[in-house]
Protein backbone atom coordinates (compact mmCIF):
# COMPACT_ATOMS: atom_id res chain seq x y z
CA UNK A 1 0.00 0.00 0.00
CA UNK A 2 1.29 3.17 -0.85
CA UNK A 3 0.72 6.71 1.18
CA UNK A 4 1.20 9.47 -1.27
CA UNK A 5 -0.07 9.61 -5.38
CA UNK A 6 3.53 10.01 -6.54
CA UNK A 7 5.29 6.87 -5.12
CA UNK A 8 1.86 4.62 -6.33
CA UNK A 9 2.62 5.98 -9.67
CA UNK A 10 5.95 5.47 -9.97
CA UNK A 11 5.53 1.72 -8.67
CA UNK A 12 2.73 1.29 -11.03
CA UNK A 13 4.74 2.90 -13.91
CA UNK A 14 7.53 0.31 -13.07
CA UNK A 15 4.91 -2.77 -13.27
CA UNK A 16 6.13 -6.13 -14.82
CA UNK A 17 3.33 -8.24 -12.81
CA UNK A 18 1.91 -9.35 -15.87
CA UNK A 19 2.72 -9.64 -19.56
CA UNK A 20 0.89 -6.92 -20.65
CA UNK A 21 4.08 -5.57 -20.26
CA UNK A 22 5.88 -6.80 -22.62
CA UNK A 23 4.42 -4.77 -26.00
CA UNK A 24 3.24 -1.74 -23.90
CA UNK A 25 4.40 1.93 -24.72
CA UNK A 26 3.10 3.85 -21.88
CA UNK A 27 1.19 2.46 -18.39
CA UNK A 28 -1.54 4.20 -18.47
CA UNK A 29 -2.04 4.91 -14.69
CA UNK A 30 -5.26 7.69 -14.84
CA UNK A 31 -5.81 10.95 -14.73
CA UNK A 32 -7.61 13.78 -12.77
CA UNK A 33 -7.87 15.44 -9.18
CA UNK A 34 -6.70 13.25 -6.31
CA UNK A 35 -9.23 15.12 -4.49
CA UNK A 36 -11.98 14.09 -6.59
CA UNK A 37 -14.94 12.67 -5.35
CA UNK A 38 -16.00 11.09 -8.04
CA UNK A 39 -14.17 8.25 -9.55
CA UNK A 40 -15.04 6.61 -13.20
CA UNK A 41 -12.98 3.30 -14.10
CA UNK A 42 -13.20 1.94 -17.17
CA UNK A 43 -11.56 -1.57 -18.59
CA UNK A 44 -8.13 -0.87 -20.58
CA UNK A 45 -6.12 1.76 -22.48
CA UNK A 46 -6.38 1.07 -26.12
CA UNK A 47 -4.18 2.14 -28.65
CA UNK A 48 -4.05 5.78 -28.46
CA UNK A 49 -4.21 5.41 -24.77
CA UNK A 50 -1.33 3.18 -24.98
CA UNK A 51 0.71 5.32 -26.90
CA UNK A 52 -0.36 8.84 -25.33
CA UNK A 53 -0.46 7.63 -21.63
CA UNK A 54 -3.83 8.76 -20.57
CA UNK A 55 -6.77 7.15 -20.25
CA UNK A 56 -10.26 7.49 -22.83
CA UNK A 57 -8.25 10.22 -25.38
CA UNK A 58 -9.57 8.09 -28.03
CA UNK A 59 -12.64 8.69 -30.03
CA UNK A 60 -14.70 6.58 -27.25
CA UNK A 61 -12.70 9.23 -24.92
CA UNK A 62 -14.18 12.45 -27.09
CA UNK A 63 -17.26 11.11 -26.13
CA UNK A 64 -16.94 10.84 -22.56
CA UNK A 65 -15.78 13.95 -22.22
CA UNK A 66 -18.84 15.42 -23.88
CA UNK A 67 -20.71 13.51 -21.28
CA UNK A 68 -19.04 14.81 -18.46
CA UNK A 69 -19.20 18.23 -19.83
CA UNK A 70 -23.00 18.29 -20.14
CA UNK A 71 -22.79 17.82 -16.38
CA UNK A 72 -20.45 19.72 -15.60
CA UNK A 73 -17.62 17.28 -14.79
CA UNK A 74 -14.02 17.58 -16.29
CA UNK A 75 -11.69 14.95 -16.23
CA UNK A 76 -8.98 17.55 -14.58
CA UNK A 77 -10.75 19.21 -12.22
CA UNK A 78 -13.94 17.66 -10.59
CA UNK A 79 -13.20 13.62 -11.40
CA UNK A 80 -10.56 10.88 -11.54
CA UNK A 81 -10.32 8.58 -14.24
CA UNK A 82 -8.79 4.69 -13.99
CA UNK A 83 -8.70 1.47 -15.49
CA UNK A 84 -9.11 -2.19 -14.04
CA UNK A 85 -5.86 -3.01 -16.17
CA UNK A 86 -3.24 -0.46 -16.88
CA UNK A 87 -1.43 -1.51 -19.73
CA UNK A 88 -2.65 -2.37 -23.31
CA UNK A 89 -4.45 -5.93 -24.29
CA UNK A 90 -3.29 -6.73 -27.45
CA UNK A 91 -5.91 -6.07 -29.81
CA UNK A 92 -8.29 -4.41 -27.77
CA UNK A 93 -9.60 -7.68 -26.17
CA UNK A 94 -10.98 -7.88 -22.53
CA UNK A 95 -8.33 -8.50 -20.02
CA UNK A 96 -8.25 -11.58 -19.06
CA UNK A 97 -8.62 -12.62 -15.21
CA UNK A 98 -5.61 -13.34 -14.71
CA UNK A 99 -4.16 -9.87 -16.37
CA UNK A 100 -7.24 -8.30 -13.87
CA UNK A 101 -6.11 -9.71 -10.70
CA UNK A 102 -2.11 -9.22 -10.98
CA UNK A 103 -3.11 -5.34 -11.82
CA UNK A 104 -5.82 -4.98 -9.67
CA UNK A 105 -4.03 -3.52 -6.87
CA UNK A 106 -2.98 -0.17 -8.20
CA UNK A 107 -6.27 0.63 -9.00
CA UNK A 108 -7.46 -0.67 -5.18
CA UNK A 109 -4.45 1.76 -3.91
CA UNK A 110 -5.98 4.77 -6.22
CA UNK A 111 -8.92 3.68 -4.46
CA UNK A 112 -7.94 4.20 -1.18
CA UNK A 113 -5.98 7.39 -1.22
CA UNK A 114 -8.92 8.41 -3.50
CA UNK A 115 -11.48 7.94 -0.80
CA UNK A 116 -13.89 8.59 -3.74
CA UNK A 117 -17.99 8.98 -3.20
CA UNK A 118 -19.37 7.84 -6.51
CA UNK A 119 -17.79 4.98 -8.81
CA UNK A 120 -18.49 4.93 -12.50
CA UNK A 121 -18.23 2.02 -14.18
CA UNK A 122 -17.23 2.43 -17.87
CA UNK A 123 -18.81 -0.91 -19.37
CA UNK A 124 -19.27 -4.72 -18.82
CA UNK A 125 -15.94 -5.36 -17.78
CA UNK A 126 -15.59 -2.76 -14.85
CA UNK A 127 -19.18 -3.18 -13.29
CA UNK A 128 -18.80 -7.11 -13.11
CA UNK A 129 -15.43 -6.63 -11.18
CA UNK A 130 -16.14 -3.85 -9.04
CA UNK A 131 -20.30 -4.61 -8.92
CA UNK A 132 -21.11 -8.15 -9.05
CA UNK A 133 -20.19 -10.55 -11.19
CA UNK A 134 -23.92 -11.10 -12.98
CA UNK A 135 -24.63 -7.80 -13.91
CA UNK A 136 -26.90 -7.16 -16.77
CA UNK A 137 -25.44 -3.74 -17.67
CA UNK A 138 -28.11 -3.49 -20.54
CA UNK A 139 -30.56 -3.64 -18.00
CA UNK A 140 -28.80 -2.26 -14.57
CA UNK A 141 -26.82 0.54 -16.21
CA UNK A 142 -27.95 4.14 -14.45
CA UNK A 143 -28.72 2.89 -10.55
CA UNK A 144 -27.04 2.97 -7.62
CA UNK A 145 -25.38 0.37 -5.33
CA UNK A 146 -24.53 1.21 -2.07
CA UNK A 147 -20.74 -0.68 -1.67
CA UNK A 148 -19.38 0.22 1.75
CA UNK A 149 -20.33 3.67 1.73
CA UNK A 150 -19.52 4.16 -2.01
CA UNK A 151 -22.02 4.82 -4.42
CA UNK A 152 -21.49 2.38 -7.68
CA UNK A 153 -23.27 2.67 -10.83
CA UNK A 154 -22.62 1.27 -14.31
CA UNK A 155 -23.30 3.57 -17.35
CA UNK A 156 -22.77 1.87 -21.04
CA UNK A 157 -18.80 2.12 -22.29
CA UNK A 158 -18.17 5.25 -24.76
CA UNK A 159 -17.33 2.57 -27.40
CA UNK A 160 -19.90 0.65 -27.11
CA UNK A 161 -21.96 4.05 -27.72
CA UNK A 162 -20.31 4.28 -31.22
CA UNK A 163 -20.97 1.03 -32.19
CA UNK A 164 -24.63 1.67 -31.00
CA UNK A 165 -25.79 4.81 -31.40
CA UNK A 166 -29.18 4.35 -30.88
CA UNK A 167 -28.14 3.68 -26.61
CA UNK A 168 -26.49 7.37 -26.15
CA UNK A 169 -29.93 8.67 -24.97
CA UNK A 170 -29.98 5.89 -22.34
CA UNK A 171 -26.40 6.93 -21.73
CA UNK A 172 -27.21 10.50 -21.01
CA UNK A 173 -30.17 9.61 -18.73
CA UNK A 174 -27.10 7.76 -16.30
CA UNK A 175 -24.86 11.10 -16.68
CA UNK A 176 -28.04 13.12 -15.59
CA UNK A 177 -28.59 10.65 -12.69
CA UNK A 178 -25.40 11.13 -11.69
CA UNK A 179 -25.38 14.97 -11.68
CA UNK A 180 -28.58 14.53 -9.06
CA UNK A 181 -26.41 12.12 -6.83
CA UNK A 182 -23.50 14.48 -6.68
CA UNK A 183 -25.51 16.86 -5.68
CA UNK A 184 -27.19 15.58 -3.08
CA UNK A 185 -24.44 14.41 -1.34
CA UNK A 186 -22.77 18.09 -2.22
CA UNK A 187 -19.54 16.08 -3.37
CA UNK A 188 -18.25 17.97 -6.08
CA UNK A 189 -14.63 19.47 -5.35
CA UNK A 190 -15.49 22.23 -8.08
CA UNK A 191 -18.40 23.70 -6.47
CA UNK A 192 -17.25 23.55 -3.09
N1 LIG B 1 -11.44 1.99 -23.03
C1 LIG B 1 -11.27 1.84 -21.70
O1 LIG B 1 -11.97 1.06 -21.08
N2 LIG B 1 -10.33 2.57 -21.11
C2 LIG B 1 -9.57 3.45 -21.74
O2 LIG B 1 -8.74 4.10 -21.12
C3 LIG B 1 -9.78 3.61 -23.12
C4 LIG B 1 -10.70 2.87 -23.74
Known amino acids: MYQDWASLEAACKNCRKCGLCQDRHHVVFGVG ?10 EGPGENEDLQGEPFVGRGGQLLDKYLAAVDLDRK ?10 CRPPKNRDPLPEEQEACIDWLRNQFILLRPKILVCLGRVAAMRLMKPDIKITKEHGTFLDKNGTLMMATLHPAALL ?7 AAFEDYLKLREKIDELGCDVAKR
Not at 34 to 40: E, G, H, V, Y
Not at 78 to 83: A, H, K, P, W
Not at 163 to 169: A, C, E, L, T
Request: hydrophobic content about 35%.
Open 33 to 42: NPQAKIMFVG
Open 77 to 86: TNVYIGNIVK
Open 163 to 169: RNPGQKP
